[in-house]
């Protein structure tokens, strides 16, 4: 069960796009998800960064709610992600397939072009617009991803993004960061796992 009544992190990526990355059956088989979120409030500048990362069972595996002062909303959710990967990097084996969460349009399609450039495709990164402002952060962005097994990175809605009321409400959930630090491995994929609908293999007269 993910976190606020909200479907498993792992329901979410099932059912979302992969910008630039196409969305195979079975790509339910990772080991682990994240969510992040940026917030950024034009009156006052504040603004918080929210990261909740889950094991492909729906195990929690942590949960961020930080304060945060970025410049603009891009910066924002930037850190938002360089926040996570972090996190789930220092928890999770080197080898993980993951699963990437954001509501951040540019940012999404920016971290799969990486990622098919880095596998030797005919993307280069040539192509991505970074904001000025967050090119510290993409550079460790870029090197989290590097690290993983694999991973790809789904655009949902910002409604149904679970890392959202964290980062626009960071002082409301701050109890989340004191929960005690999980390194929950993910169960074994069974065999018998069947695709989600929007990804099953069908006829083409379906």
């Known amino acids: 069960m993910a976190a606020y009544g909200r479907p498993a992190l792992r329901d979410l990526f099932d059912d979302s796009p992969t910008p630039h990355i196409a ?35 729906g195990d929690r595996v942590a949960r961020l709610a930080v304060p945060d002062t970025a410049p603009d909303n891009n910066v924002a959710e930037y850190r ?48 991505l617009s970074i904001p000025e402002r967050s090119r510290h952060h993409w550079r460790g962005i870029r090197a989290r991803l590097r690290g993983f097994g694999e ?30 630090p999980r390194c929950v491995l993910p169960t074994p994929a069974g065999r018998d796992e069947i695709p989600p609908p929007s990804r099953a293999d069908r006829p083409a007269s379906d």
Do not use: K, M
Not at 32 to 57: K, N, Q
Not at 151 to 179: D, F, G, K
């Open 23 to 57: 969305h195979p059956p079975r790509t339910h088989r990772r080991e682990f998800y994240v969510a992040t979120d940026g917030s950024y409030r034009l009156s006052d500048g504040a603004g918080g960064l929210g990261v909740v990362i889950e094991t492909r069972g």
């Open 80 to 127: 938002a992600l360089h926040l996570g990967l972090d996190v789930l990097a220092a928890r999770a084996p080197a080898d993980a397939r993951v699963g990437v969460l954001v509501d951040h349009d540019d940012l999404a399609a920016n971290a799969n072009r990486a990622l098919l450039a880095t596998r030797g495709g005919c993307h280069s990164t040539r192509s």
């Open 151 to 180: 991973c790809r990175v789904a655009r949902i809605r910002s409604a149904e993004n679970p890392a959202h009321p964290l980062a626009n409400t960071p002082t409301q959930y701050h109890h989340v960061n004191e929960e005690p």
